[in-house]
């Protein structure tokens, strides 16, 4: 029997152990100091003999840089934002509304706001009746839909069946009149600058093909890294589950009391890893479809250049009878969309809680949200001991 608990136990240890190992450490950023006098500042997630990958990122975008080996001149580890709101929000007490509106103001001064985002979310949970949240919440571009629930800009305008064009958000049937209007001038530019100078404007469409194929190709790399990444964090979320499964079973097979709290408290640190894991993969997972959805965007971007290049030069051959026939074409997508605007004089703009954003025709992307001030959090530990000084003298 106690050959057989020391076996059990060994191997426990070495699943915890094998669990350590795959846990994601804390992100450092490398500077990258190149011999022409550049900085770059990133992750270094792979090297070669030769070359250097580095993961840059940006607020809540990254991207991926391969550098020459020679090109570097030196390297210098230090913390990045990231790491720094990783190691933050491991100690955060969510119940605390003041250390949940710190973090939340400190992620809107690095740049992170959808980490921001979902910081002030948690701090209207734990006091609904303040105005600091709330504000930000909106500036970040969040509403309150009919029910109440807070979403993002984008899930408010997409959930009344609005789209955006041109930074903007509006009902489909005005971004499709939009589009129209805007493809039938772009190709009479076009055939205007074709007839005055065919030569340079042929260059132009055949170097807009090479570019649109550059981008698609630069696409299908970024989905294969996306889908790498998904892929690791789904294996790393096998693990944390299979060790999660072992010390619940511990924490009711073992036979001293002791041995089973220390298990418990063991399975209780692999539930918040499952829990952080199974975030991590829902995230990776949206990242793949949106880098999918580009890439398919890319494709569609490069077929419709290449179809201009060939009809560019059909159109050079007959260019006044083609400007005369858009010419035709422009003026009645303008009476379409004028149309459409008389018909539709109040139901362009949604309503939100707070009212109607604007009078305007379409709704206005939101101002980017304000930094916080100096000197904030102390102010605001004042006003909630002035709250709750007020509400306890009352009762």
Not at 33 to 48: F, N
Not at 150 to 175: F, I, L
Request: glycine letters at 6%.
């Amino acid at each position: 029997m106690a050959r057989s608990r020391t076996l059990v136990l060994t191997l426990l240890v070495g699943l915890a152990l094998l669990v350590g190992a795959f846990a994601p450490p804390v992100a450092r950023a490398d500077i990258f100091r190149l011999k022409d006098g550049r900085t770059i500042e990133g992750e270094l997630v792979a090297e070669s003999e030769s070359h250097l990958t580095v993961k840059v990122i940006k607020g809540d975008m990254e991207s991926t840089l391969v550098l020459e080996r020679k090109e570097v001149a030196s390297v210098e580890e230090r913390e990045t934002p990231r790491s720094i709101y990783v190691r933050r929000r491991a100690a955060l007490d969510s119940s605390s509304y003041v250390d949940v509106v710190e973090l939340a103001e400190w992620c809107l001064e690095n740049d992170r706001k959808n980490d921001a985002a979902e910081h002030y979310l948690r701090a209207t949970e734990l006091e609904p009746g303040e105005p600091l949240p709330v504000r930000r919440l909106r500036e970040l571009g969040w509403r309150k839909d009919d029910a109440g629930r807070w979403t993002s800009g984008g899930d408010y305008y997409r959930d009344k069946g609005w789209v955006r064009h041109g930074g903007d958000w509006m009902p489909k049937e005005k971004a499709a009149l939009l589009s129209d209007r805007d493809e039938i001038a772009r190709k009479l530019k076009r055939t205007h600058r074709l007839v005055d100078n065919y030569d340079e404007a042929i260059v132009e469409l055949e170097e807009a093909v090479l570019e649109a194929k550059r981008r698609v190709d630069k696409s299908g790399r970024n989905v294969a890294e996306q889908e790498a990444e998904a892929g690791r964090n789904r294996f790393e979320l096998k693990i944390a589950e299979g060790a999660l499964a072992i010390w619940r079973a511990r924490s009711t097979d073992a036979l001293r009391p002791i041995e089973r709290e220390r298990a418990k408290k063991i399975a209780l640190e692999h539930e918040r890893k499952v829990a952080a894991y199974s975030k991590e993969q829902r995230k990776l997972d949206r990242e793949v479809e949106n880098a999918k959805e580009q890439r398919h965007d890319l494709e569609e971007k490069a077929a419709k250049a290449e179809r201009e290049l060939r009809e560019a030069k059909r159109d050079y051959e007959n260019g006044d009878e083609t400007i005369a026939r858009l010419e035709g074409e422009l003026a009645r997508a303008e009476a379409r969309l004028a149309g459409w605007n008389e018909k539709h004089p109040g139901g362009e703009t949604p309503t939100t809680p707070s009212g109607p954003t604007t009078t305007g025709k379409t709704a206005p992307t939101p101002a980017p949200a304000a930094r916080p001030a100096a000197g904030w959090r102390e102010k605001l530990r004042q006003k909630l001991r002035e709250k709750r000084r007020r509400q306890g003298g009352g009762s």
